[in-house]
Structures are given as C-alpha cells and as structure tokens.
C-alpha cells in the first residue's frame, strides 16, 4: 500500500471518495491515528482512565482537523468548562508535532461514578466530566500572522459532536465526525475519522441538478457506510488506516493521498521560559524564587523541568 512506510498508529491519512463511473471526487475524509503519541503524553501527566480517554480523543480530532486546513503554524482544539475538568487542550503543528494536557479536579469519588455512568462502546460524554462552557478551535498561520477562531459551546453529547458544529457554521459544509480511544495492553489507541461533502460545480441547470443528485446520493452513502464502523476497527492496532477506508468504502472508489507522520514532541526551550518571566512583575518573580533566586519551572506539556535564576533573566531587575 502507498503508506506503508509510515507507522499504522501515528498517521493523519488523507483520502477522497469517487463518482465510479467517472471517477470525479464527491467526498474529501481524513483518518487520524495517534496511539502512540497520545499514550507518551496520557503517561506523562498520569491521568485517570477516563480523563486519558478524553484527552486521546481531544489528540486525534485535533490532528483530523488540523489536516483539512492550509496553514504554517499550529491548529488548537481548546475546551472549557466548570466540571471536574477545567481545561481540555490539544494543538498541533503543520508538522505534525501534537501536545495535550488536562487542568482537573481530582475527585476520585466523582470520577469513579463517572467511569460507571460512562455508555460502553462509545465516545467519553463530555458534559458530565466538564460541564458547561465552551470549544475553541484555532489556527495561527505564522506565514501570515492571521489567527483563526471558532467557538461553539461545550453542551455535547461528544466532542465531534463540537467538531461537526463548528465546520457547520464556519464552512456551511456537511460533515461527520467520528472519535475513539481506549487503553489496551500495549498503551493508549486513539483514532478520529471524518468526512466531508465537496461541493458541486455549477453549469447549466440539467448539469447542475445532474451533479447535486450524484452528490447527495453519494453523501447518502457514504454516511451509511461510516455509521457502520465499529470502536474495535477503529482501534485495532492490527488495521492500518488505509485498510480501515479500503474496508469501510471499497464501494465508493476511495483514492488514498500521502500520509503525514504524527508525533508526541513540545515546542517548549529555554528561551520561550525566559521570555515569560521577563514579562512577569518584580513581585511575582520573588514569589516564584527561593531563597537563593532559584526558579523551577515545569512545561505543563512535556513535565521537563528547568532551573533558572531570577538574575539571569532579560530585563529582570531586583
């Protein structure tokens, strides 16, 4: 197969589906598959299963999404709410470096309902692990300075859910969206899934009407073959991704493009540290330091610790 070079778990894979007769493309999808990244960021922060869940899910539609759009910087899927977990947060760069972290409420109890509560075999419920409030998704393109943002609110059921109202009113483009995660022997498997109708072209009414039959009668399908994937083909780590849209759309002619290489890997150095605490107050360097001036400073992405000195800072002044 044409990617059989990249590794199965740590791919965003795009690919389109076809018009047999004519082989005109009807539908855009993209497959992301993130296991092994999303399992070395997941054991970084020692989540409890289901908040690992969440946040595998937040990892792959991130890089789902961050495929579909053109830009030369970073795509950031940002949730939050008032529940147990505050923050939910996953970006990735057009290179395919993602990260991912998780501001919670520890609350065993709670979260032991939850996993109970929790529907087997689908996608974690967001509301009841973080209530109300709301998603971002945003693009900073640093090739033209724009950034991006759309928000839509945090009232579930899922978080591709989210995904397919925030492509609904910024693109007014039908979609569909699919997310999965669970943790297995070997780790964490986490794979998203969407679909999307490319719009027809005009021409004269006959052809026009010609192509929007072709379209929705093909949209039809390919919805009806998408609902029938199962979590297990989703994570099953013995099924590459092109074997999963082989499977699944073999009847719609599906062409597969080159994959992109996903991987766990922070942006976070010593001069990004240093820039953030030139722009904090005397006063709040002090508190930060002990006795000797000395500053221990965590990435909240990566847990890679870094020991300065307030005196070393740029501009810093006692």
């Known amino acids: ?6 590794p199965a778990g740590s791919q965003i894979l795009p690919f ?10 009807l539908i855009r999808g993209r497959i992301a598959s993130v296991g092994p990244a999303a399992s070395t960021i997941i054991e970084r922060h020692a989540y409890p299963d289901l908040v690992g869940c969440l946040q595998a899910e937040s990892l792959a539609l991130a890089a789902c999404l961050s495929s579909t759009l053109k830009f030369d910087g970073v795509f950031t899927l940002q949730a ?3 529940g147990l977990v505050r923050t939910l ?4 760069t057009e290179s395919g470096h993602l990260r991912g972290y998780c501001a919670l409420d520890e609350d065993d109890s709670q979260l032991a309902a939850m996993r109970l509560a929790q529907p087997h075999d689908e996608a974690v ?3 009841p692990l973080m209530g109300g409030g709301y998603i971002a998704f945003t693009v900073d393109d640093h090739a033209t300075g724009g950034r991006y943002q759309g928000i839509v609110e945090l009232d579930g059921p899922h978080l591709s859910d989210a995904a397919m109202r925030w492509f609904e009113n910024s693109e007014q483009t039908d979609t569909m969206v699919l997310c999965a995660a669970d943790k297995d022997a070997s780790g964490w498997q986490a794979s998203a899934l969407m679909l999307q109708r490319i719009a027809t072209e005009g021409g004269d009414a006959e052809a026009a009407a010609g192509a929007k039959a072709t379209s929705d009668d093909a949209w039809h399908t ?3 073959l998408l609902s029938s994937v199962t979590r297990g083909e989703l994570l099953d780590p013995a ?6 849209i082989f499977r699944l759309f073999n009847s719609m002619a599906p062409h597969v493009a080159p994959a992109r290489v996903v991987t766990d890997q ?5 001069q990004k540290v240093e820039s953030m605490l030139s722009q904090l107050s005397v006063e709040d360097v002090n508190d930060l330091a002990d006795a000797d001036g000395t500053l221990l400073i965590t990435c909240e992405f990566c847990k890679t610790e870094r020991l300065l000195n307030k005196s070393d800072l740029p501009n810093w002044q006692s």
């Open 125 to 127: 419920h967001i509301v």
């Open 239 to 244: 099924l590459t991704p092109e074997e999963i």
């Open 266 to 270: 922070c942006r976070c150095d010593v």
């Open 1 to 6: 197969m044409l990617n059989d070079n990249v």
């Open 222 to 224: 390919a919805k009806t």
């Open 80 to 82: 939050k709410g008032d």
């Open 16 to 25: 389109y589906l076809a018009d047999g007769s004519s082989d005109v493309a």
């Open 89 to 92: 947060f996953a970006d990735i």
